[in-house]
């Protein structure tokens, strides 16, 4: 059964620091290119960060770039997502994606949620 599950969202202050984290089970990890993405209320999901199976690619939305740092522990079956000077615009519910050739897999999310 395949599994992404994502914890480390709650609520901090503008400028605080959050880090995700999403552990995959039921498949090849080490295969799949990893990704987090968001959705804000009454908006699109949209891409945060990317990295691929060997860390030896990564890509980050403007909005995020400086601050966000993606991660992987193939030997753990992990992603992170170290998210630092947080802004209240980076409220949103987080999602961990999975993606090898046609397979895609999603986790159920982690709200996040800033205050000013």
């Known amino acids: 059964q395949v599994q992404l599950v994502e914890s480390g969202g709650g609520l901090v202050q503008a400028g605080g620091s959050l880090r995700l984290s999403c552990t995959a089970s039921g498949f090849t990890f080490r295969w799949y290119a990893m990704s987090w993405y968001r959705q804000a209320p009454g908006k699109e999901r949209e891409l945060v960060a990317a990295i691929t199976t060997h860390g030896s690619r990564i890509t980050y939305a403007d909005s995020v770039k400086g601050r966000f740092t993606i991660s992987r522990d193939n030997a753990k079956n992990t992603v992170y997502l170290q998210m630092n000077s947080l802004k209240p615009e980076d409220t949103a519910v987080y999602y961990c994606?999975?993606?090898?050739?046609?397979?895609?897999?999603w986790g159920q999310g982690t709200q996040v949620t800033v205050s000013s």
């Open positions: 994606n999975a993606v090898w050739g046609d397979n895609a897999y």
